[in-house]
């Protein structure tokens, strides 16, 4: 039983379809690369997997059992929405910092809204954000950050906003992690350090799906690799086999063309 599992998945903006019955599987602990080029329908589908669009057509299913499937005739909640996407992080090319906030404060901030919730919010309020407090800062240690949490977005550099925009995702522990170009952004020589806690995070077995353009990368460190174009899957498999012996002619010409 796949971890997690996309069936006919179909988005159309207007006229324009831009996902045409998207499906795949993944293992819990596997890390999922998309590439394509630009229009290929990378990013719809991302944010389609997050809720910030919402699918024409198509299941989601995860740990087995199904989380949305689209219907004419319904739409999600929003307290609907909200619970789903607890599941999912997601990490967007330029950042997305809260500039009014300093770099930890952007990582409680949504942990803090959260316990808020909380039945025994006020009965264990300061026991709450003292949790809350230790894991912004042992996530700022992963990512190597440890001494810029009282800095403000505007003080870092590209790279070190990426990478405060992975631990901000990884605060509320999604089950999936979800990366939509982590690295155009930056400049190449920036691009070494987010590519290093891409491949850490990996190590660490958490389950990831990253829209990139760096081929030697999603090769290196993907359990399987998807190739979109024109709003479908056109091919998939394991990165090496993918990589070294692309089967279709329009993936051939891709690889030809980044690959230099």
Known sequence: MAYFEVKRVCKSFGKTKVLNGIDFSMEKGQVLSIIGSSGSGKTTLLRC???????????????????????????????????????????????NLFPQYNVKENLCLAPRLLAGERADYKQNKKEILEEISRHADELLSQVGLSDKAENYPCELSG??????????????????LCFDEPTSALDPELTGEVL????????????????????AFAREISDKV?????GVIAEEGDPEE?????????????????QG
């Open 242 to 258: 993918l990589f070294s012996h692309p089967k279709s002619p329009r993936l051939q010409a891709f690889l030809a063309k980044t």
């Open 226 to 230: 998807i190739f979109m174009a024109d």
């Open 49 to 95: 997997i997050n809720f910030l669009c919402d699918p024409d057509e198509g299941e989601f299913f995860l740990e087995g059992e199904r989380f949305f499937e689209a219907a004419a005739d319904r739409r999600l909640k929003e307290s609907e929405i909200r619970r789903i996407r607890m599941n999912f992080g997601l990490v967007f090319q330029q950042f």
């Open 159 to 176: 790279g070190q906003q990426q990478r405060v925009a992975i631990a901000r995702a990884l605060m509320l522990s999604p089950k999936v």
């Open 196 to 215: 290093k806690v891409l491949k850490e995070l990996a190590q660490k077995k958490i389950t990831m799906i990253i829209v990139t353009h760096e081929m």
